[in-house]
Nanobody, 128 residues
């Protein structure tokens, strides 16, 4: 059964850093576009970053996180990382990773409708 598991969320002070991980069972993440999304209390879920499949996969970031967040892939560990730097209180949210299960999609999109399978999320809280 396809399963995505996020980890790495925590409570940090403003300006701090976190590294979120998204691991998968039963499928190889490198074959698929993977997205990170977040949802803050009382707000709609929004796209944060995504990475396309394979070595030629594209990257994309929401304007609000450009220059602060970095997405990467470790194929040996079958894991997608999201490095969060210079965190702000407005980054507080539950962060989800999601997979677009159409294989070999090199161009990723920050549109949640493109993603078929979701993890349960990890909480990131940033204090001021």
């Amino acid at each position: 059964q396809v399963q995505l598991v996020e980890s790495g969320g925590a409570l940090v002070h403003s300006g701090g850093s976190l590294s979120l991980s998204c691991t998968a069972s039963q499928f190889t993440l490198d074959y698929y576009a993977i997205g990170w999304f977040r949802q803050a209390p009382g707000r709609e879920r929004e796209g944060v970053s995504c990475i396309g499949s394979g070595d030629a996969g594209s990257y994309d970031y929401a304007d609000s996180v450009k220059g602060r967040f970095t997405i990467s892939r470790d194929n040996d560990k079958n894991t997608i990382y999201l490095q969060l730097n210079k965190l702000l209180p407005e980054d507080t949210a539950v962060y989800y990773c999601a997979a677009d299960l159409t294989p070999f999609r090199h161009v990723c999109l920050l549109n949640e409708n493109e993603y078929d399978h979701w993890g349960l999320g990890t909480q990131v809280s940033v204090s001021s």
